[in-house]
């Protein structure tokens, strides 16, 4: 696996931005997706833990890390929302993978952009087992910088082309229409959440306040809907209120992370929820009938991270999008990482 072994290849933002553009958004999503649900159907082979958070008043910091036992990968994001009040990005990332077999650094790359990617590829993986067969309008409640990602995954998963469109602050909502429009969307602005969810059969929430909020509340929610809940994703943020919780059929990703951090905390902590790969592995059940209220309680896990990176990792070559990066020390001889150090220095040094 490793060539030149104090080589690594980063990928940059820029490199980011021209293998999107190279392989399509939507193509990007759907191969992500794929890979996704690979490495759900392998749950049980990987080294799981809630992510590692350092919480702050302004926000919090994570790693998130896993392994398969050949690759081992972490993912570093942080999630400020009063950011945005700066003209800086609420959420930023990078990521790592190595080999296992050595330890050795096998990919860095720009997490910002691809977290964005595998976020609204995971969300359209789970809707294409829980949400209504046949779902065609969408309702993308918190208009910001993850909404135009979730579009273009459940279109190019499930070919949801209906958007109605709500947020708090107008300007996302007119942000996010520009952005998708002449995309072949049908797009309808909203001027309440209420509004939106009218006639949509699936709802992703997306908001940024890290606080306990009621996006959904029990009256909006009617029968047979799918709820894609992505914001709430730290301790003492939530979207849902709790009654619709209680109404729906939970799925996630990792419950003891889940149960920390996503809408559930509202819950008794042994309320019953249904773990998300084992539906992909056909271990259980997803929706059932057609008034089942379905929901999937997203606050992101490590093995998401680590099937993006495996998928960008095998794409890069071909496509030339990233630089060799010079990050690891690799001495003639193991043991003599001084004489290494020594023998780099300037000549007159060397002599002195």
């Known amino acids: 696996m490793i060539q030149q072994l104090n080589v690594v290849p980063f990928v940059s933002v820029d490199h980011m931005m021209k293998l999107v553009h190279a392989i399509g958004i939507e193509r990007m999503l759907s191969d992500i997706a794929a890979y996704i649900e690979q490495d759900f159907r392998r749950w049980e082979i990987f080294d799981k833990t809630p992510r590692i958070a350092s919480h702050s008043l302004e926000g919090v910091i994570e790693l998130m890390p896993t392994s398969d036992g050949k690759l081992y990968g972490f ?123 009218e006639g949509a059969e699936i709802v992703t929430t997306v908001t940024a306040d890290k606080q306990y909020a009621t996006i959904l509340t029990d009256n909006m929610v009617g029968a047979g809907i799918h709820i894609n809940a992505v914001g709430g994703d730290c301790p003492g943020k939530t979207e849902i209120h709790r009654d619709v919780l209680l109404r729906s059929s939970i799925f996630v990703e990792y419950p003891p992370q889940t149960r920390i951090e996503g809408d559930i905390q509202q819950l008794d902590p042994d309320h019953p929820v249904e773990e998300l790969w084992k539906v992909i592995a056909g271990e259980a059940q997803g929706r059932t009938d057609s008034s089942q209220i379905t929901l999937f309680d997203s606050v992101g896990f490590a093995i998401e991270d680590f099937s993006a990176l495996r998928y960008v990792h095998e794409r890069i070559r071909e496509a030339g999008t990233y630089v ?29």
């Open 75 to 197: 993912k570093y994001v942080n999630g400020h929302p009063k950011n945005m009040k700066a003209g800086l990005q609420t959420v930023t990332a990078f990521g790592l993978l190595s080999d296992v077999a050595t330890g050795y650094p096998v990919l860095l790359s720009e997490m910002t952009i691809l977290t964005a990617l595998r976020t609204a590829a995971m969300s359209a993986v789970a809707a294409r087992h829980l949400a209504p067969k046949n779902a065609a309008t969408m309702a993308i409640i918190g208009n910001g910088a993850q909404s135009e990602f979730q579009a273009f995954a459940f279109r190019a998963l499930l070919g949801i082309e209906n958007l109605r469109l709500y947020d708090v602050d107008p300007a996302a909502t007119e942000k996010c229409a520009r952005n998708l429009a002449r995309r072949g969307f049908r797009i309808t602005r909203c001027a309440t959440a209420m509004e939106a969810v």
């Open 324 to 352: 060799d990066l010079d990050l690891i020390a690799d001495p003639d001889d193991p043991r003599d990482l001084f004489g290494m150090l020594m023998r780099a220095a300037p000549s007159s040094a060397a002599a002195a």
